[in-house]
């Protein structure tokens, strides 16, 4: 019997993709640079289904059905180009190349049309979930032709994780577009623990409570509206306990936050697209920050902080957690304005109903939330915004009291917090009935000739300056 797919790269993510392969019926042909994880895998699971071994790429495509579906999933960059090189002459018209790492979005539309261009569909793949994801059921957001999709989708569907029987995975758009939902995904991720993190800092620096008291509060705020995996991960989190030392975990871990690339890249990509993903860039600005360890001894030394001492009021705790449900509806609401200005520079019909369901479960952003996003999108009348929407629109009205507070706390306490603050001045900004930008615009015209435009004319204006500063029709140079 030949293989329905075959998977290479079987470090943890593509192994545990392998298996899932396998647990839900499928043949799978398995394929590692070094054999030894190959049979390692086999050993070790080789009993969870039916897999073909195999040494060679040669060897993999041998044994698979057509159309062929290769699977890479080993380092991204360079590595999933030379595998691409090796596969392509041996491969046939038809075939289709699936790349489920985390990809840049703007190499995989540099492999979609070079390897279109030779008759192969080239799938890039976005896989949310982390190790246990790929095992059991992650989300999926596959770009690529749509025929390719016919070919692939079922399986990717069967093997992803469900809500009520549906599928977190569907086909997104062509060529990028899955590895860009993705990176947006992660975007948003950043934002969401960055913001978890930021109640977290004001309950224990401005209330002072404890780790172990904090878990039972997320705890509890994990039943409510701020119900996910990621609250959910935070109260385990800060409930435990150091073996070593019988100090709170949280307390010993080293407070500089690493990242791999993907907030980067989305926020790289933000400003390509003119799209202001603040929440989403002050939360990759935190992390590094938080990282520049020597620089930040020095501050403690030298910067005066000048706080003042502030009742906290009787609802700080509830207050906390309205101003970070109000900060995480703003970086999910950027994100996915993020998505409509792609779609739009990049010709893709991004459904974001079907997108906010893509993230319901599986992926680490999984959220009760975000069935209430999918239903905001799915309405016949689609908000240019999410915070638009009816339900959100009133949802986060509710919150700004206790937001303006939390906030107007943090900065007397000294305590920072971004990307709740920058996603207030977000709420404010669209809200605003008139913007200092005028003023912007009035400094660039002075200075170099930028010319504005009227609230009262059509057309472009330029005032001469240093003549007479009289008003003359301009060419729009905005
Ligand atoms: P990884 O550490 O990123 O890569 C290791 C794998 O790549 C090994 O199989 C290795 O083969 C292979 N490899 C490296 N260079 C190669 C080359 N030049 N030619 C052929 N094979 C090469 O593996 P991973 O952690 O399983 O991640 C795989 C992908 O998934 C990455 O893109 C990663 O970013 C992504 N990822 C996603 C998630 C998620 O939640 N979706 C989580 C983690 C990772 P050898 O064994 O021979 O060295």
């Not at 079922?154 to 993705?182: N, Q, R, Y």
């Not at 019909?349 to 996003?373: F, T």
């Amino acid at each position: 019997m030949p293989a329905q797919i075959g998977v290479t790269g079987l470090a943890v993510m593509g192994a545990n993709l392998a298996r899932n392969f396998a647990r839900n019926g499928y043949t799978v042909a398995l394929h590692n640079r070094s054999v030894a994880k190959t049979d390692a895998l086999l050993a070790a699971h080789g009993d969870e289904g039916d897999f073909i071994r195999t040494e060679t790429l040669a060897e993999l495509v041998e044994n698979l059905e057509t159309p062929r579906r290769v699977l890479i999933m080993v380092k991204a960059g360079g590595p999933v180009d030379s595998v691409i090189d090796s596969l392509v002459p041996l491969l046939d018209e038809g075939d289709i190349i699936i790349d489920a790492g985390n990809s840049n979005f703007v190499d995989t539309r540099r492999r979609e049309a070079d390897l279109a261009e030779k008759g192969l569909h080239f799938v890039g793949v976005g896989v949310s979930g982390g190790e246990e994801g790929a095992l059991l059921g992650p989300s999926i957001m596959p770009g690529g032709s749509k025929e390719s999709y016919a070919a692939l989708g079922p399986m990717l569907e069967k093997i992803s994780a469900h809500v009520d029987g549906e599928p977190c995975c569907a086909w997104v758009s062509t060529d990028g577009a899955g590895h860009f939902v993705k990176m947006v995904h992660n975007g948003i991720e950043y934002a969401d623990m960055q913001v978890i993190g930021e109640a977290y800092n004001l309950l224990r620096t401005g209330a002072g409570l404890e780790p172990a008291a904090q878990a039972k509060i997320f705890e509890e705020w994990n039943k409510g509206e701020l119900a996910s995996f990621l609250i959910e991960i935070t109260a385990e989190v800060l409930g435990h306990v150091d073996a070593k030392t019988g100090k709170p975990l949280v307390d010993v871990i080293v407070d500089s936050a690493g990242q791999k690339g993907t907030g980067r890249w989305t926020v790289q990509s933000g400003l390509d697209l003119g799209s202001p993903i603040s929440a989403i860039a002050e939360s990759v600005f935190a992390r590094g920050l938080s990282s520049q360890r020597d620089q930040r001894a020095i501050g403690q030394e030298v910067l005066q902080g000048h706080e003042v001492a502030v009742d906290l009021g009787e609802n700080f705790v509830e207050d906390v957690r309205q101003a970070l449900f109000a900060s995480k509806l703003v970086s999910y609401a950027q994100g996915l304005d993020m998505l409509t200005s792609a779609g739009k520079e990049y010709n893709w019909e991004l459904k974001l109903d079907e997108i906010a369901s893509l993230w319901r479960a599986g992926c680490i952003i999984r959220a009760e939330l975000l069935k209430d996003i999918t239903k905001a999108y799915a309405a016949d009348e689609k908000p240019a915004n999410l915070l638009f929407a009816p339900a959100f629109a009133e949802a986060i009205g509710a919150a700004v009291p206790a937001w303006r507070r939390v906030i107007a706390t943090a900065v007397q306490l000294g305590v920072p917090v971004p990307v709740f603050s920058s996603s207030l001045a977000y709420y404010d900004g669209l809200r605003s009935k008139r913007l200092p930008a005028a003023l912007t615009q009035g400094l660039r015209d002075l200075f170099g000739a930028h010319t504005y435009s009227r609230i009262d004319v059509e057309g472009s204006f330029h005032t001469q300056w240093s003549g007479d500063k009289t008003e003359i029709e301009a060419e729009d140079t905005h």
